[in-house]
């Protein structure tokens, strides 16, 4: 059984970094195709993608975003974590990690089979 | 960037009816398209990937049609449990994926 689980701040304050790690459990992060993606939504918003790393420590990010997105795993340690820079009030939203569905055996393929609750993370001063 | 939109914004159906959701591409996106349903406070939950697989579990009144650029996701006979917000994203342009702005499904 797959689970995801975030933690982290559910504060911050403007300028500061972000860092949120998700502890999962079910699979592991060196198996090949496996993937973990970052997801967030602002409150009463639509979703939107962040980043993901791969089983092979290939990193993806958002172009939007990704100057001040970083993702990387510990696979003896079940986690994925990724640090947000620069926070701003805009950046306040309910931050989830997912696992990439290993359905299709194109790992080029992403989308989302199992999600973590989401933590709710505020930033303000 | 493949931006999504979604329509209607808001869809007011009876448990029992039928409902029809649509998603919409800005450049075809094959057939590399996901719905997710959202409750309030929980996580999504996949539906149906690859415009028309269901996920694991799904019941059978979820159905998913289309390709290219145009997407419907259909409800065959709505249960109370059913109403939510559906998202639609694709994969097709990787690493850029993007989900659209979602159908909240009410009770009429």
């Known amino acids: 059984q797959i689970t995801l689980k975030e933690s982290g701040p559910t504060l911050v304050k403007p300028t500061q970094t972000l860092t949120l790690t998700c502890s999962f459990s079910?699979?592991?992060?060196?198996?090949?195709?496996?993937?973990v993606g970052w997801i967030r939504q602002p409150p009463g918003k639509a979703l939107e993608w962040l980043a993901l790393?791969?089983?092979?420590?290939?990193?993806r990010y958002n172009p939007s975003l990704k100057s001040r997105l970083t993702v990387t795993k510990d696979t003896s340690k079940n986690q994925v974590v990724l640090t947000m820079t620069n926070m701003d009030p805009v950046d306040t939203a309910t931050y989830y990690c997912?696992?990439?569905?290993?359905?299709?055996?194109?790992?080029?393929?992403?989308?989302?089979?199992?999600w973590g609750q989401g933590t709710l993370v505020t930033v303000s001063s | 960037e493949i931006v999504m939109t979604q329509s209607p914004a808001t869809l007011s159906v009876s448990p029992g009816e039928r409902a029809t959701l649509s998603c919409r591409a800005s450049?075809?996106?094959?057939?590399?398209l996901a719905w997710y349903q959202q409750k309030p406070g929980q996580a999504p939950r996949l539906l149906v990937y690859?415009?028309?697989t269901r996920a694991t579990g799904i019941p059978a009144r979820f159905s998913g049609s289309g390709s290219g650029t145009e997407f419907t996701l259909t409800i065959s006979s709505l249960q109370s449990e059913d109403f939510a917000v559906y998202y639609c994203?694709?994969?097709?342009?990787?690493?850029?994926?993007?989900f659209g702005p979602g159908t909240k499904m009410d009770i009429k």
């Open positions: 450049q075809s996106v094959r057939s590399n």
């Open positions: 790393i791969y089983w092979d420590d290939d990193k």
């Open positions: 997912a696992h990439r569905s290993t359905s299709s055996g194109n790992f080029l393929l992403v989308f989302f089979d199992y």
């Open positions: 690859d415009a028309s």
């Open positions: 994203q694709q994969y097709d342009n990787w690493p850029l994926f993007t």
């Open positions: 079910g699979f592991s992060l060196s198996t090949g195709g496996v993937g």
